[in-house]
């Protein structure tokens, strides 16, 4: 138990340099999304009305099915960000920089609608929990990704698949959990502070 927390540390040090990237991915997304919210490209796809109409759609599920389908969806795509980083690192770096911009819009039109206080009271509470998780999973992306780079160019002699077992460890000892409790104040927490 001591050796795997040791390795555990040990690999959440290694992957600093990738968590910081995945934060500046997302940073930079989420400011795409919070400056570019009146674009011509996002009021000709109305995403304003479609939120509006998923927004409601989920406000009618039971929450314990609602936590459940947050959690897997997230779990899921968090999954197959770390296993598809095998691909040069693409994926993971598409998935985090398209969930800022999705995550600025929503906020700057929930500013607009609602006010700053209580926009950020939909998203702190299970974000707390969820960012990380899925930032870690994009930090993970990105390492396999630059490990499975250097592979295909011959200058690394650290087998890819040994690194993605490694995150994938991490997936289910560290990124589970994370999402699992964020999940369950999404549908708990955060849908009784949106209600009000």
Same mark, same amino acid.
């Given at each position: 138990?001591?050796?795997?927390?040791?390795?555990?540390?040990?690999?959440?040090?290694?992957?600093?340099?990738?968590?910081?990237?995945?934060? *500046?991915?997302?940073? +930079? #997304? /989420?400011?795409? $999304? &919070?400056?570019?919210?009146?674009?011509? @490209?996002?009021? %000709?796809?109305?995403?304003?009305?479609?939120?509006?109409?998923?927004?409601?759609?989920?406000?009618?599920?039971?929450?314990?099915?609602?936590?459940?389908?947050?959690?897997?969806?997230?779990?899921?795509?968090?999954? *197959?960000?770390?296993? +598809? #980083? /095998?691909?040069? $690192? &693409?994926?993971?770096?598409?998935?985090? @920089?398209?969930? %800022?911009?999705?995550?600025?819009?929503?906020?700057?039109?929930?500013?607009?609608?609602?006010?700053?206080?209580?926009?950020?009271?939909?998203?702190?509470?299970?974000?707390?929990?969820?960012?990380?998780?899925?930032? *870690?999973?994009?930090?993970? #992306?990105?390492?396999? $990704?630059?490990?499975?780079?250097?592979?295909?160019?011959?200058?690394?002699?650290?087998?890819?698949?040994?690194?993605?077992?490694?995150?994938?460890?991490?997936?289910?000892?560290?990124?589970?959990?994370?999402?699992?409790?964020?999940?369950?104040?999404?549908?708990?927490?955060?849908?009784?502070?949106?209600?009000?």
């Amino acid at each position: 138990m001591i050796y795997l927390l040791n390795d555990l540390r040990k690999y959440l040090r290694q992957l600093g340099v990738y968590i910081a990237a995945a934060i *500046l991915l997302l940073s +930079l #997304g /989420v400011l795409g $999304g &919070i400056f570019l919210a009146d674009h011509p @490209v996002f009021s %000709g796809l109305k995403l304003r009305d479609s939120l509006g109409e998923f927004s409601r759609l989920f406000s009618n599920f039971p929450k314990p099915l609602l936590a459940l389908a947050v959690f897997i969806n997230n779990a899921l795509k968090t999954l *197959l960000v770390i296993v +598809l #980083g /095998v691909i040069c $690192g &693409i994926v993971p770096v598409v998935f985090i @920089v398209v969930n %800022g911009v999705a995550i600025g819009f929503v906020l700057r039109v929930s500013v607009e609608s609602k006010g700053i206080a209580s926009s950020l009271l939909g998203i702190i509470p299970h974000g707390i929990f969820e960012l990380p998780g899925i930032t *870690l999973g994009v930090a993970i #992306g990105l390492r396999v $990704g630059l490990y499975a780079t250097k592979r295909l160019i011959g200058r690394s002699g650290t087998a890819v698949g040994s690194e993605l077992r490694r995150g994938l460890q991490l997936f289910g000892t560290v990124i589970v959990p994370l999402l699992f409790v964020g999940a369950v104040i999404e549908a708990f927490l955060t849908a009784a502070l949106i209600g009000k």
